[in-house]
Each structure stands twice: as C-alpha cells, then as structure tokens.
C-alpha cells in the first residue's frame, strides 16, 4: 500500500527556517514526481513546489520562489522541502504528493498519491 508520511512541521518565529520531510513507501517512488503543497483555513490548497525523479528539474510557486528549496533523496525514498526567510503567511498544513505523470506539475489532479500534511505556523 502506498503511503507518504509528512514530519517537520511546527511554530516558528517570522525569518526562521523550517524542513520538511516527506517520507514514501510501498511502491517505487523513485521514479514519480514529488509535489509539495499547502492549504490554510477557508484557501484553496496552493502549490508550493515540485522536483522531477531524477532531482535535475524543479518547479516553485511565485509565493515561495527564492525562499523555499526541494530536494529529493531517491535511496532514502525521501523528498525534502527546506524554507528559509519564513511569513505569517505561509502558515498552512503542507501536504506531500507524488505522481506518475508528466503534465502540469502545479496542479493537484496531477497527483496520485498525497500525505496527511503537517501544520507549519508562522508567529508574527
């Protein structure tokens, strides 16, 4: 069975940094593309981010472009997403996701497989 488990999440000062971990099991993961994505109370989920399965491609959404990096361990079956220079606004649960496909990665159809997520809170 499938599954993606998210960890990482927690309180942070405005500024701070925070990784999140996303760790999959019970296929071959290794050869999908891994999204992250984030939701906050009465939003749309939004795209954060998205890194191809060999790790040479990655795609961010405008909001976080140049603040938040993924990354992927292939061995470790893991995709990581390290955010710097944290807001109140990006306080959210942020989800994994992986998908088979190769169409438009910010796009939540695109994805088959998703996490429970992990609240990421930004104190002002």
């Known amino acids: 069975q499938a599954q993606l488990v998210e960890s990482g999440g927690g309180l942070v000062q405005a500024g701070g940094s925070l990784r999140l971990s996303c760790a999959a099991s019970?296929?071959?993961?290794?050869?999908?593309?891994m999204g992250w994505f984030r939701q906050s109370p009465g939003k749309e989920r939004e795209f954060v981010a998205a890194?191809?399965?060999?790790?040479?491609?990655?795609r961010y959404g405008d909001s976080v472009k140049g603040r938040f990096t993924i990354s992927r361990d292939n061995a470790k079956i893991s995709v990581y997403l390290q955010m710097n220079g944290l807001k109140p606004a990006d306080t959210a649960v942020y989800f994994c996701a992986a998908s088979s496909r190769s169409s438009d990665w910010a796009m939540e159809l695109t994805y088959d497989y998703w996490g429970q997520g992990t609240q990421v809170t930004v104190s002002s």
């Open positions: 890194i191809s399965w060999s790790g040479s491609i990655t």
């Open positions: 019970g296929r071959t993961f290794s050869s999908y593309v």
